[in-house]
Nanobody, 121 residues
Framework: QLQAYGGGLVQAGGSLRLSCAAS????????MGWFRQAPGKEREFVAG????????TYADSVKGRFTISRDNAKNTVYLQMDSLKPEDTAVYYC????????????????WGQGTQVTVSS
């Protein structure tokens, strides 16, 4: 019910835009988040946004470089990633839950399948 796409290979300093399309749920009432998991590391929260698109929250490691947004008319949440670094390399997942807390703690009801982002140095 969540389909993430837009990953790829990019050089350090470059940009990518991830998208996550939702189906089968009332998208506009869900808090949406992005997570990532690098090889050998635990999954970590990257960014989240409320159902209205306000109060974006970011991990310290991506603040000022990543921007989360959503379009409720298109049932889609986005993650604009600029000034990418090699340490941003990971599989990126989108998540949805009615509870902001559940998303941030990694207990969301819905998860996308993940999209690979690789940043070369």
């Amino acid at each position: 019910q969540l389909q993430a796409y837009g990953g790829g290979l990019v050089q350090a300093g470059g940009s990518l835009r991830l998208s996550c399309a939702a189906s089968g749920l009332t998208f506009s009432v869900y808090y949406m988040g992005w997570f990532r998991q690098a090889p050998g590391k635990e999954r970590e929260f990257v960014a989240g946004v409320t159902w209205r698109g306000g109060s974006p929250t970011y991990a310290d490691s991506v603040k000022g470089r990543f921007t989360i947004s959503r379009d409720n008319a298109k049932n889609t949440v986005y993650l604009q990633m600029d000034s990418l670094k090699p340490e941003d390399t990971a599989v990126y997942y989108c998540a949805a839950d009615r509870s902001r807390g559940h998303v941030k703690l990694g207990f969301a009801d819905y998860w996308g399948q993940g999209t690979q982002v690789t940043v070369s140095s």
